[in-house]
Nanobody
Framework: QVQLVESGGGLVQAGGSLRLSCAAS????????MGWFRQTPGKEREFVAA????????YYADSVKGRFTISRDNAKNTVSLQMNSLKPEDTAKYYC?????????????????WGQGTQVTVSS
């Protein structure tokens, strides 16, 4: 069973950048489609970005398109989320998730393995 650990969160001012990383272990990483989701207290977990197992296909929520970039390095068993031009509305706990089906990539129900999350706070 794949295990996921996120890192790279922190505090940044609006307009700044952060790079999140998700390290996978315990499975053949390239078999999994990967997604990034985010959640704030009292709100539903929100789709941010997803990438296919090979890295050939990427998907983004409209709210982050043009600012965030998802990528993966299957040789290192990692998936990253480069976040540029950060806004206060991006403040959330960010989660990495893995799916073997990768059908409805934007749906949390597609993913059955989740990391512990990493907090991103964007100040005004």
């Amino acid at each position: 069973q794949v295990q996921l650990v996120e890192s790279g969160g922190g505090l940044v001012q609006a307009g700044g950048s952060l790079r999140l990383s998700c390290a996978a272990s315990g499975a053949i990483f390239s078999w999994y489609g990967m997604g990034w989701f985010r959640q704030t207290p009292g709100k539903e977990r929100e789709f941010v970005a997803a990438i296919s197992g090979s890295g050939s296909r990427t998907y983004y929520a409209d709210s982050v398109k043009g600012r965030f970039t998802i990528s993966r390095d299957n040789a290192k068993n990692t998936v990253s989320l480069q976040m540029n031009s950060l806004k206060p509305e991006d403040t959330a706990k960010y989660y990495c998730a893995a799916s073997l089906t990768s059908r409805t990539y934007y749906d949390t129900r597609e993913y059955n393995v989740w990391g512990q999350g990493t907090q991103v706070t964007v100040s005004s």
